[in-house]
Structures are given as structure tokens and as C-alpha cells.
């Protein structure tokens, strides 16, 4: 099959399959064209989509192992002198890889949300959604072009911006995806400025076009500046993968999304959104190896957001968002990867992440539907007897999330720590600090979370627990919602709107739909890692497709040293980061079920230092008074001097006084009398021989 091109027709039904199956439940399943079919017929379009698209992908992806590729252009939507703007597919081992994650999270998500959403009013709604979702993403992996990534890139962001605010009802909602929204509009403004300078410097959007000339664009400076062009290019970039990525400081929209129902939060934040950046930097490595101040700014921003963002899952009693931290934190990790000019291992990690991150979630999700929608871990406690399946497979996510030898994360997060210790560019020392703190910070919380909701004293079903839900029933259901901002204040709920297990009452195991996915995503979150470590890192199947120059020796390095995914486990317990997992996990144990009163000890010893990473580093709060205060200063300053005293005040009525002004001079002229208008013709006269008497020829 070496050399064979792949069926743009089969590749066009990849991203096509979900939208067909988004416009059945989104258009005939909702009161848009009147509720022409129901919820079965919703969730059967939209999961055969995804399954089509899935089953696509894998075919895809074995072809392009047996040497197929596909680059080409589908549709030519216009052109523009030599400039093309066009639908085109680049298929490679990179895009193919991301299409079987892509579609198969996606799928899995799907199946849950049956059991998930059984109670809610949007159900329909809710499934045209996560579809639309996967086809916005497929577009953007497949594309091969700037102006269909940007399509992509766009449209991810819209339809998250929907997922977030779900339940529009609730104002927490509403605030959440607006915030979104906006901190992506932030990043997505460098990002169009980055295809902007490729655009105006190469005179094509296409990627490989755009490669072709890298050497060209290398030796250009900024105008009016000595800034190289690549650097600035490649920085506005990633400025716009910080946004989509949620990197520091454009990290704030990401734990607030949880406001959004919880298989949104598996999809978004496991395999598909916030994995975009990751993608793009990768699919870029070309132009970013030829800057290596751009690699260092990648590396400060994904070390800084590795390890603070780490420190603020410590302190989170919301189950959901302490997976959300969770991912900010190895979203940095994965960062920083790139930094390191280790695309590959960056990749390898963000598939590796999105099927035990994607585990978490769903995980998480079962536990609150056990908890009747509570989601406060301070409520939970000895749910492994009530709820096995959940436990095991959240246990399998929680080792692979703390690199555990022989489980997928172990494979991915090592190769990172590895490739940092094997950089020499500007921040690299900071990098190799943040990457082995955040191992045992990373150990630390997630064992946390585990111990206090699987494990210890049951604590469920007090009359007075800790406030806190999931908001996965209709509001009608349940009447009105507590604010998920807050984990630290209790709600006084009327009977009707309670949440949690009454006295008496039992966590249940999830139904079948539920707990289906967790089990298919706990296989990969076990053995992918070991299975495609070889190939993926120190094979040839990233070769052509992800560049790395002679003078980043980090992945060189990393393959001279690798010996077998058996011996790289057996290996790894002997290194740094296993006992730096091993000392969070016992002292997660010691502190949460040995000896509570040390946490306790620690919040009022070191009560500022909690203050800050409750405040969550008063991110929100800076944002809010520079930015947002800043811009109602200057609308407030443009309101009452530009439009009130410039336009309104100058312009509008200004003018209209003159012209008023006029008229009342007119008025005093325009007498009615024949006598009057003869006498200012005669001066009229008069005054026109005064003024031409000098010009007139003397005798």
C-alpha cells in the first residue's frame, strides 16, 4: 500500500457522519422544527455518526501505518489572485492518530450521556451538541490548510461556548461560558495575527507550501523592528494555543467550565479542545524549530502552568474540578514537551492523557449520579463497597494520572521529564523543577480526591452536608441552583431542591450506559502507553511529519536511552519522579485517613497561603479590575466625552444650534415686505460697485 493515495470520499465522511448526525437531533429533535423526532432517534443518529466517523479513523489510521497518506484539496471554496481559500485534508500518522482519539472519547461520551442526561429537558439539545463538537474538531486535525484550521479552531470554541452554558437557566452558567468565550477571543486574536504574518510574508495558507519557504521566512525581520519574523509569527501562535489550551495567564476559563454538564467536561478537557494547541504547535514544529526564543517562551508558560496550576487542585472540594486542575496541570506538562522540541512526546502524552483524563470525568460523573448530584468530596467517603466498577476504573485513571510504571501516563509523563533534562535552551532549569514538583504534587491530589471518596468514613447522607451539586436534572426538577464558584460556602435548599443522599439512603453502581464507557476507556488508560511508546517516540511513525533540528538533541537523546517499554518501567522504579508518585500518595493517605488534623494544622499555619490558592492567585480578581475595569473606564470615558460630548454634543446638537442660530438670523431678514427686500437689493447693488469699482478700466 506504500504510496497509495487515501478516498477523499471516505475522509470526507470522517467529520461529515457526526454533523449529519448533529443536524438530526440538533434541527428534528428540538423545538426548532418541532420535536419531529424523539430521544431515541437523537441519540441513535448521533452515536452511529460518531461510530462511522470512529470506524473511518481506525481504517485511516491502519492505512496510513502501511504507508498511504493523502494531501489534497476537497473543496475550492474562492480564490483571490494566487491566494486559495479551501476545504483540504492533510491525512499523515499525526492527524490519523488524532482522529482515532478524537472519535473514539467522543463515542464514549456519547454512549454515557444516555445514562447521564436520561432526566434532562435538553436532552436532544445536549446530543446535537457533543456531535457538532466532534465534527468542529475533525475539521481542525484534518485540515491542511490555516484558513480551515481556523474554521476548526473557531468552531470548537462556539460550541463549547453552547456546552458550557447548557443550563441557560443558571446564571453561574451564563457567566462561565461568557468567560470562555472571551479569554479564547483573547488567545484567537494571536492566533489570526500569527496566520496574518505567515499569510502576508508566504502568500499561502497551505501548510506545506508555508513549510517550503521556512528558510525564506527565517532570515526576515519584523518591519520597523529587529525581531525575526518567525518568532513573532510562531509566538502569536501560540498565544492563541494558550487560549484554546488554557495555558497561564489565559488558563482562568477552564475550571469555571464546569458549570457545564459533565460529559462536556470529559470531551473538552480530555481528548478534544483543550488538546487543540497542542496539536497546532506540533503540526507547526517546522517553523517552530527555527526559534528558539519561541521554544522558551513555551517552556516558561507550560512550567509555570505544570506546577501552580497543580497547587490549586489541593485546596478543591468540588470532585469535578479537582480533575479540571488536573488538567491544567498536564496540560502544561505537555507544554512544555513542545518547548523541549519533543513534539512527539507531546503528542504521545495528549493521547495518552485524553483516554485516563476522559476516565476521570466519566468516573467523577458516576460517582455524582451515585451521590444523587452532589458533588462536594467532603459529602463522599467508603463508596468502593456501593459503587465497584466506578472505583476500580477511577483507580486505574488515578495511577495513570500519577505516572505509575507500566500504566500509560507513566510512559508519557516520564519521556517529558526526560526530554527537560535533556534541553538546554533559556528556562530549561526552571522547567526540570516544575515538572518533578509537580509529579508529587500531581500524586498528592488526585490520591486526595481517591482516598476521601472511595475510602475512610462514609460520609453521605448528614442532614448537614456541604453544599454542592452537579445540576444534571432539569432546574424544574429541582428548583433553583447553588453557585458552583463556591466551594467553601454551604446552601440552605428547600426539601424539594436537595441534593445528596438523604439519612439512611445508599450510594448506588451507575447503570450499564455509564459505567460501559468507563471500563473501554480503563483498557487504553492501561496498556497504550506501553503498546505505542516504541513506535510513537523512537519508531518512524511521526518521521516526515514531525520536524526536530539538529541542535534540540532532546528526543536523540531520549532514544539512545530507551531499551524496551519493560525495561523503561522496571527502570522507572528506581528514578526520581516514582518515589516523588509514591510520596503524594502516602502522604495524601497519611493526611486524609491516617491523621486528618495535619491538613487541618497546615490551613491554619499557613492560612494566607490558602487564602491565595483559594483566590486561585486572584487571577479572576486582576482580570476583573484591569482588564474589565479598564475597559469599562475607557467606555465609560468614550461614552461620556465621544459619543455624548463629541458626537452627541458637537456634531448632533451642535450642528442643529447653528443651523437654529441661522435661521434666527434669517428670521429678523425674511420680513414679508416688498419695500424691505427692494431696499437690500439696492444695498446688494451698491455694495458689488463699492467691491469691483478698483477692477473697472479707467478713460
Given at each position: ?7 477523499p ?40 455518526g ?49 482522529m482515532?482519539?478524537v ?14 442526561m ?10 446535537a ?13 484534518m ?6 484550521l ?22 453561574t452558567a ?59 509569527a ?25 458549570e ?25 514544529s ?111 485513571g ?16 516520564d ?11 533559556w ?30 468514613k462514609?460520609?453521605?447522607g ?6 454542592h ?10 428548583g ?25 439512603q ?11 464507557p ?6 487504553p ?50 528514578t526520581?519522579?516514582?518515589?516523588l ?44 479590575v ?44 425674511q ?29
Amino acid at each position: 500500500m506504500a504510496g497509495q493515495l487515501l478516498n477523499p470520499n471516505l475522509l470526507l465522511a470522517v467529520p461529515l457522519a457526526p454533523l449529519a448526525g448533529a443536524a438530526i437531533a440538533g434541527l428534528l429533535g428540538t423545538q426548532f422544527l418541532g420535536n419531529l423526532v424523539g430521544r431515541k432517534t437523537s441519540h441513535t443518529a448521533t452515536i452511529l455518526g460518531v461510530l462511522i466517523a470512529f470506524i473511518l479513523s481506525v481504517q485511516t489510521l491502519l492505512a496510513v501505518m502501511d504507508g498511504a497518506t493523502f494531501n489534497g484539496t476537497i473543496y475550492n471554496w474562492m480564490t483571490i489572485g494566487t491566494l486559495k481559500m479551501e476545504v483540504g485534508f492533510q491525512i499523515d500518522s499525526l492527524s490519523a492518530m488524532m482522529m482515532c482519539v478524537v472519535t473514539f472519547v467522543s463515542l464514549m461520551v456519547h454512549i454515557y450521556t444516555i445514562g447521564y442526561m436520561k432526566d434532562d429537558e435538553g436532552y436532544n439539545r445536549f446530543f446535537a451538541y457533543i456531535s457538532l463538537f466532534t465534527f468542529s474538531m475533525l475539521m481542525l486535525v484534518m485540515a491542511n490548510n490555516f484558513l480551515q484550521l481556523f474554521f476548526g479552531w473557531e468552531a470548537v470554541g462556539l460550541v463549547s461556548y453552547l456546552l458550557i452554558g447548557f443550563w441557560y437557566q443558571r446564571p453561574t452558567a451564563i457567566v462561565a461560558n461568557m468567560k470562555a468565550f472571551l479569554v479564547n477571543r483573547v488567545g484567537d486574536f494571536g492566533f489570526i495575527l500569527g496566520i496574518g504574518l505567515l499569510l502576508a510574508y508566504a502568500g499561502t495558507m497551505n501548510y506545506q507550501e508555508v513549510f517550503a519557504k521556512k528558510d525564506e521566512l527565517a532570515l526576515l525581520s519584523l518591519p520597523g523592528t529587529d525581531w525575526a519574523l518567525l518568532t513573532v509569527a510562531c509566538i502569536c501562535l501560540f498565544i492563541g494555543a494558550m487560549g484554546k489550551s488554557a495555558q497561564f495567564p489565559l488558563h482562568v476559563w477552564l475550571p469555571d467550565s464546569m458549570e457545564g454538564p459533565t460529559p462536556i467536561s470529559a470531551l473538552i478537557h480530555a481528548a478534544t479542545m483543550v488538546t487543540a494547541g497542542i496539536f497546532m504547535v506540533s503540526r507547526m514544529s517546522p517553523l517552530f524549530e527555527l526559534s528558539d526564543t519561541a521554544l522558551s517562551f513555551i517552556l516558561v508558560i507550560g512550567s509555570i502552568t505544570a506546577l501552580f496550576m497543580g497547587f490549586l487542585g489541593i485546596i478543591q472540594n468540588d470532585i469535578k474540578r479537582v480533575v479540571a486542575y488536573s488538567t491544567l496541570s498536564q496540560l502544561g506538562y505537555m507544554t512544555v514537551a513542545l518547548g523541549s522540541s519533543a513534539y512527539s512526546v507531546a503528542v504521545f502524552h495528549l493521547m495518552t492523557h485524553a483516554f485516563f483524563k476522559a476516565l476521570l470525568f466519566l468516573g467523577a460523573g458516576s460517582v455524582i449520579i451515585g451521590m444523587h448530584h452532589d458533588q462536594d468530596i467532603r459529602n463522599m467517603g467508603g463508596l468502593r463497597k456501593y459503587m465497584p466498577i466506578t472505583w476500580i476504573t477511577s483507580l486505574v485513571g488515578s495511577l495513570a494520572l500519577i505516572g505509575t510504571p507500566l500504566f500509560s501516563g507513566f510512559y508519557s509523563k516520564d519521556s517529558i521529564i526526560e526530554a527537560v533534562e535533556a534541553t538546554h535552551i533559556w528556562g530549561a532549569g526552571f522547567a526540570q523543577f516544575a515538572v518533578l514538583a509537580g509529579v508529587f504534587v500531581t500524586a498528592f491530589y488526585s490520591f486526595r480526591m481517591y482516598f476521601l471518596v472511595f475510602h475512610g468514613k462514609e460520609r453521605f447522607g448528614q442532614a448537614h452536608a456541604h453544599g454542592h451539586d452537579d445540576h444534571h436534572v432539569p432546574k424544574a426538577a429541582h428548583g433553583a441552583h447553588g453557585d458552583a464558584h463556591d466551594d467553601h460556602h454551604e446552601e440552605e435548599e428547600d426539601d424539594h431542591a436537595h441534593h445528596g443522599l438523604e439519612p439512611g439512603q445508599k450510594p448506588h453502581e451507575s447503570p450499564f450506559v455509564v459505567w460501559f464507557p468507563l471500563v473501554m476507556l480503563a483498557i487504553p488508560s492501561l496498556i497504550i502507553g506501553y503498546l505505542t511508546i516504541g513506535p510513537m517516540l523512537h519508531g518512524d511513525f511521526f518521521k516526515g511529519v514531525i520536524f526536530v533540528g539538529e541542535n534540540h538533541p532532546a528526543m536523540e537523546e531520549l532514544s539512545h536511552e530507551f531499551h524496551g517499554a519493560m525495561a523503561m518501567a522496571i527502570h522507572g522504579l528506581s528514578t526520581a519522579p516514582f518515589w516523588l508518585a509514591l510520596s503524594g500518595v502516602v502522604a495524601a493517605y497519611y493526611c486524609y485517613m491516617v491523621n486528618p488534623r495535619v491538613p487541618a494544622w497546615f490551613f491554619a499555619k499557613f492560612h494566607a497561603i490558602h487564602t491565595l490558592l483559594d483566590n486561585k492567585y486572584y487571577m479572576d480578581k486582576f482580570n476583573e479590575v484591569v482588564f474589565a475595569g479598564g475597559a469599562r473606564l475607557l467606555g465609560n470615558g468614550l461614552w461620556n466625552f465621544g459619543d455624548k460630548k463629541l458626537i452627541d454634543g458637537l456634531l448632533v446638537n451642535g450642528s442643529a444650534k447653528v443651523v437654529a442660530w441661522l435661521s434666527s438670523l434669517s428670521r429678523v431678514l425674511q420680513t414679508g415686505y416688498i419695500y424691505h427686500y427692494a431696499f437690500v437689493m439696492i444695498l446688494g447693488v451698491l455694495g458689488f460697485l463699492i467691491y469691483f469699482l478698483p477692477f473697472w478700466p479707467a478713460k
